[in-house]
T-cell receptor, first 112, second 114 residues
Framework: KAGVTQTPRYLIKTRGQQVTLSCSPI?????VSWYQQTPGQGLQFLFE???????NKGNFPGRFSGRQFSNSRSEMNVSTLELGDSALYLC???????????FGEGSWLTVV | ELKVEQNPLFLSMQEGKNYTIYCNYS?????LYWYRQDPGKSLESLFV?????AVKQEGRLMASLDTKARLSTLHITAAVHDLSATYFC??????????????FGKGTLLTVNP
């Protein structure tokens, strides 16, 4: 059974640009969530989607957005990139609260 | 705001020794997760604890949950070098619903020395 797949794995962007990250959850998982990991702030929740609806959102500016498609695949977008957006972005999928939540390998974003 | 505190943040131990990592959280929740992260890698799920008094064991690791004390522990028995990693606990704020929102502790960097 394939795990959570994230693309791209590594990317470098320039300040002011935007970026889109993609996540394919484990087959059958309808819940997808996103997290940002940085050395300074640790792991922070971005948002969670279920059946194309955002159910929860973390404390991030509006530059961070996401969506989920009917096949449960999800994308997150960051517009007007700032240096501080450099981080590992992790996608996770699960079958709802109380079940194991599986994480993908992550997308390493560097903003220069 | 939910706060999750882990201690210690750094733990250096010898092979064969036992130790415990503590995870305290600030608001009521009965969903707690433990993860392991190796350098440059993603998070690997270790345990999901869903009720007061829950105890789960896998190999040399055992996790428990005390929801009344808002405390979870991860006990390491007879540590081996392969256990060296960063361990995170995470608490789900949305207790009782089907959705979830994990708040992570800062992680415990465990180094097991020969």
């Amino acid at each position: 059974k394939a795990g959570v797949t994230q693309t791209p794995r590594y990317l470098i962007k320039t300040r002011g640009q935007q970026v889109t990250l993609s996540c394919s959850p484990i087959s059958g998982h309808r819940s997808v969530s996103w997290y940002q990991q940085t050395p300074g702030q640790g792991l922070q929740f971005l948002f969670e989607y279920f059946s194309e609806t955002q159910r929860n959102k973390g404390n991030f500016p509006g530059r961070f957005s996401g969506r989920q498609f009917s096949n449960s695949r999800s994308e997150m977008n960051v517009s007007t990139l700032e240096l501080g957006d450099s981080a590992l972005y992790l996608c996770a999928s699960g079958q709802g609260a109380g079940n194991t939540i599986y994480f993908g390998e992550g997308s390493w974003l560097t903003v220069v | 705001e939910l706060k999750v505190e882990q201690n210690p943040l750094f733990l250096s131990m010898q092979e064969g020794k036992n130790y415990t990592i503590y995870c305290n959280y600030s608001t009521t929740s009965d969903r707690l997760y433990w993860y392991r992260q190796d350098p440059g890698k993603s998070l690997e799920s270790l345990f999901v604890l869903l009720s007061n008094g829950a105890v789960k064991q896998e190999g040399r690791l055992m996790a428990s949950l005390d929801t009344k004390a808002r405390l979870s522990t991860l006990h390491i028995t007879a540590a081996v070098h392969d256990l060296s990693a960063t361990y995170f606990c995470a608490v789900d704020k949305n207790s009782g619903g089907s959705n979830y929102k994990l708040t992570f502790g800062k992680g415990t960097l465990l180094t097991v020395n020969p």
